[in-house]
Structure formats: structure tokens, C-alpha cells
């Protein structure tokens, strides 16, 4: 099988997950509409082995991710992404996720893969922007904080919030108050 120079060159000629040169192809990152070099991932028999058949997935062996997974290309990120996700009740896999940063539109990728039950769907807001714990938003509207009494003005910054169990809401300190608000009365600042 032909592996695009190009990839093999962006590769050094080494399996972008786990670093081995032993038998090496491309793998299309799903899903694929048109198969392109940043849609793939060069790959080591073992590592693909492991991707295309889950149950076979030998945790030990992806300890590799803490390393790839800050690589700069985004069909890497993706692939560390889900595979800690796969491998994530083990403990240190969800340690990586909780550090692993991926812009959003890489994250909406990642997202995409059936075989991963149970992701949470991320909370986003007013314009889809995915929220994280930490992040600054602004309110998009007036909102009358039951409980407190006082009613938050369109514009007010609450700076770092934090996720709730809830995916469309946030809490945050509005005047010191602790307060849970709707996604999609938020927008990321
Ligand atoms: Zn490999």
C-alpha cells in the first residue's frame, strides 16, 4: 500500500500515535466526505489494529498518548481524543482528557465518532461555542436572579465559570452570588 509522501514526511516516518516505524499506513480519520492528508494519521500495525478492533485495546500500550496528544496536527488530536475517551474509566486516560486542549471545531470532530457511547455533549453558548470550566461569558440578556432578588444586566461578565451535570447549564458568581445559568444566554468572551 502507497502512503502519500506528503504524510510520511509531516510523519517522519513515524507513527504519529505511539512513535514506532513498524509497518506503517495512513488511517482516514472518520468521518471522511473527502480523503485529504490533514483527514490522516500515520499509523503502526499495532496502533491501527487496536483502533479498528476496540475490544483488543491494550491500555498500557496508549500511555503513547501523553506525548502525541499535544501534537500540533488535528487528525492526532482527534484520534488521542477518542481513544481516551475509549480508555478513560482506567484512571489516567481521563487525567490526559482533562489536560488534552483541542479548539472547538477539532472537538466537534472528535465528537463525531458513534463507537464512543456515553460522551456528554458539551455545553455551548448562544452561538455554539463550547464552554469550559474557567471560561469568561457575557449575558446576552437581562436575567432576574430568583433567590437574590436582583435582576443581572444584558452585558454582565461572570468570569470563570463552572460546568454542572446539567449540559445546558453553567454556574457562576453574579455579585457574589452563585447563580445557574442557561447556555444560551451566555456568549464566550
Ligand atoms: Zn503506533
Redesign the pocket.
Known sequence: MSIDEALLKRADSK??????S?KLSAYDVPPITIVSLDKSVL??????GQIEQPETMDAN?WR?LNDSMWSAIPAVQVMAWRILNRLKDEGWPNDLLEMLYIEDDVKKWAMADTSIRDVEQPTTDINGAILVAGDAVTLTKDLYIKGANFTAKRGTMIKSISLTDNDYQVEGNINGTRVVLAGRYLKKV
Open positions: 507513527c504519529e500515535l505511539c512513535g514506532s513498524d499509523v503502526c500495525d499495532t496502533c491501527v500500550h503513547c
